[in-house]
């Protein structure tokens, strides 16, 4: 089992900046993935963005540019540095991890998720 708590959301003006945290426990974190979705209200969830075990990141194209995914291996947490906030990135965010060769399409396992609003 892995455990997932996120961290660091809040309201922000748009144009302003957060950063997310997303601590996990149970198992040996540099064997996952890492990665986080957002699910605004009233929509599915889709995938924002993650990080490879070896630190390779990848964005859906709406953040490029303005969110940055990165990972401590020592202290067993993953960050999301979003700048330039838009309204539309309000959602309740979800730290997920994969292990190994497994789907982004089922993560193995999934945080709880912290609610980032940004206001107009």
């Known amino acids: 089992q892995v455990q997932l708590v996120e961290s660091g959301g809040g309201l922000v003006q748009a144009g302003g900046s957060l950063r997310l945290s997303c601590a996990a426990s149970?198992?040996?974190?540099?064997?996952?993935?890492m990665g986080w979705f957002r699910q605004a209200p009233g929509k599915e969830r889709k995938f924002a963005a993650r990080?490879?075990?070896?630190?390779?990141?990848y964005y859906t194209d709406s953040v490029k540019g303005r969110f940055t995914i990165s990972r401590d291996n020592t202290n067993n947490t993953v960050y999301l540095q979003m700048n330039s906030l838009k309204p539309e990135d309000t959602a309740v965010y979800y730290c997920?991890?994969?292990?190994?060769?497994?789907?982004?399409?089922?993560?193995?396992?999934w945080g709880q998720g912290t609610q980032v609003t940004v206001s107009s």
């Open positions: 997920a991890a994969v292990h190994g060769g497994g789907s982004w399409s089922i993560p193995d396992y």
């Open positions: 149970g198992r040996t974190f540099s064997d996952y993935a």
């Open positions: 990080i490879s075990v070896y630190g390779s990141p």
